[in-house]
């Protein structure tokens, strides 16, 4: 998007609750909430990744809703990577496996044999502990629990723009780290977690990063970023309290915010459903509430840009 053409766009994301559903060509899209995601029906994924005008099209709607739900998308592995590649190159995951036949097609396989395994129930935006985060992902149900394990996702450009004029101002300029090796690295052996944190050493980002394709403010701390960088300093800081407890309750009121209902929508998956969500201005919440059954998830990530 061209910067004559980001005000228009950040205007609607700031839209009130009269909503309008949107076609685009035999596509129809209806908003699930008045703040974020939106049903898409009328196209085959597998068929869309093969025609540029339709790519352009979902691209458009997923700036606009943030998250895209497809229902009903009986499509094999090799469509759902050459869907996820219209938006860039794709990424495995250190700790996730990934499909062998298909790098960047990782496994979120869920089984009563690990019911311990509790890496998603956590508000996160994906990967943020990459210099460079995913641009997005595009999640597909291979299979779900027949109740429960909705996924939910929060809008955080609008969870910044409703933020208290004196926290705006508070938090302009700074920065925090985010880290694998305090999150998906914390129960294994030391050993594999100091190796983990050299290959992936913490990332550091702008508290409030800019959308590059739309300009706007998006509140970009979640459930991996530890700590600001750069908040002791004599404005901030008189005595000690004022940092020891200061910065960590402001870093954890504004992980907070994702909490709003609001800000969220959520989605009740079915077998062949499919998500895509802008991973730049979302996070995002799998609910764990279901018994002990398989829950298989296939995501692809795409490669992203470093925030600003």
Known sequence: MSS?????????SAMPAVVRAASLGSMHAEPLTCAIGAEVSGVHLGAAARDAGTMAEIRALLLKHRVLFFRGQDIHRAE???FARHFGELEDHPVAGSDPEHPGLVRIYKSPDTPNDRYENAWHTDATWREKPPF????RCVECPPVGGDTMWANMVLAYERLPDAVKAQIAGLRARHSIEASFGAAMPVDKRLALHAQFPDAEHPVVRTHPETGEKVLFVNAFTTHFTNFHTPANVRVGQDYTHGAPALLQYLVSQALIPEYQVRWRWRRNDVAMWDNRSTQHYAVMDYPPCHRKMERAGI??????
């Open 4 to 12: 004559s053409t980001a005000p228009a766009a950040i205007a609607a």
């Open 80 to 82: 759902h990577v050459a």
């Open 136 to 139: 997005g992902c595009v999640l």
């Open 303 to 308: 490669v992203g840009d470093t925030p600003f």
